[in-house]
């Protein structure tokens, strides 16, 4: 059912940036989901005003940061808004970054407390997702929420998590798009908006395991990187990039577009991405 109601694509950008306005223009272009990113927090007074400005689309976060909101607050605005907007709404959890948290402990453990805690209040397995990337974590995933949000990753990245998850749970992963056929300005672009994540040890952790060497992942990153990570370059060919995805197993895809004019680029890809799906 949260498959099938998220559909192929859909567009990731932080919480903030997103308007009922623009939700409701990326519903008319056919995207099925938009993920809140940039860790909304627990009161999630930003998916409301989004569901109520459209008719089916699915908002969903990616993440919440279980450091910063309490699963007790998150559990209550998870039932608010499922009152009102029935099945239309994916909680997505995830442990955020050491580097942001004073009082970081091993997230798996803290991860399991919090589901827990969503299960004794009453949220559903089905409704709530994980942010995961290593084998641990997927598994998780795969046995006490819906399925997987993973982040900064490749197809060969998903397709490993499929192999972890099986067949029955929701792979929804994040990917890049830079709308632009100078490959030079396009990795610029990308690097603005992905270096970044080269100083998160979780994000250089797992790009390791995906076969990055040093060289690569030592800021401001190389080429291969970013030719890895962002799907860049003509319509056609950001579509095709996009699509290795759904082959090497996902169910869904979330765009972040890294062009300023984002939904500029959106609209030139939706017919594309629409006809594939």
């Not at 903030?16 to 009161?43: D, I, K, N, Y």
């Not at 089916?56 to 209550?76: G, H, L, Y």
């Not at 009453?122 to 641990?136: C, D, K, T």
């Not at 929701?170 to 080269?198: C, M, Q």
Request: glycine share 8%; proline share 5%.
């Amino acid at each position: 059912m949260v498959v099938e109601s998220l559909g192929r694509f859909g567009v990731w950008g932080g919480y903030q940036a997103f308007t009922p306005e623009g939700v409701r223009e990326l519903e008319m272009l056919g995207f099925g989901a938009v993920w809140l990113g940039a860790s909304p927090p627990a009161e999630l007074l930003a998916v409301d005003s989004l569901l109520d400005a459209t008719e089916s689309i699915t908002v969903a976060t990616s993440i919440v940061n279980i450091w910063v909101a309490p699963a007790k607050q998150v559990a209550e605005s998870f039932h608010r808004i499922e009152a009102q907007f029935p099945g239309r709404f994916l909680l997505g959890i995830g442990a955020g970054h050491p580097e942001h948290t004073a009082a970081y402990r091993k997230p798996y453990d803290v991860l399991v407390e919090y589901l827990d805690e969503l299960d004794a209040a009453g949220v559903p397995v089905n409704r709530r997702a994980l942010a995961a990337l290593g084998p641990r974590v997927l598994n998780l995933a795969r046995d006490r929420s819906v399925g997987a949000l993973p982040y900064l990753v490749t197809p060969g990245h998903t397709r490993s998590a499929r192999a972890v998850l099986g067949s029955g749970a929701l792979l929804a992963t994040e990917h890049k798009v830079v709308l632009d056929g100078d490959p030079v300005r396009a990795r610029s672009i990308a690097r603005t908006r992905v270096e970044f994540y080269l100083g998160l040890r979780n994000y250089v952790s797992n790009l390791r395991r995906l076969g990055f060497a040093e060289a690569d992942l030592q800021k401001p990153g190389s080429d291969r990187l970013y030719d890895m990570l962002v799907a860049h370059g003509s319509p056609e060919l950001v579509a095709r990039c996009l699509d290795e995805h759904l082959d090497a197993g996902a169910d869904h895809v979330a765009l972040q577009v890294l062009n300023d004019d984002h939904l500029r680029a959106l609209r030139t890809l939706a017919p594309l991405l629409l006809k594939r799906s």
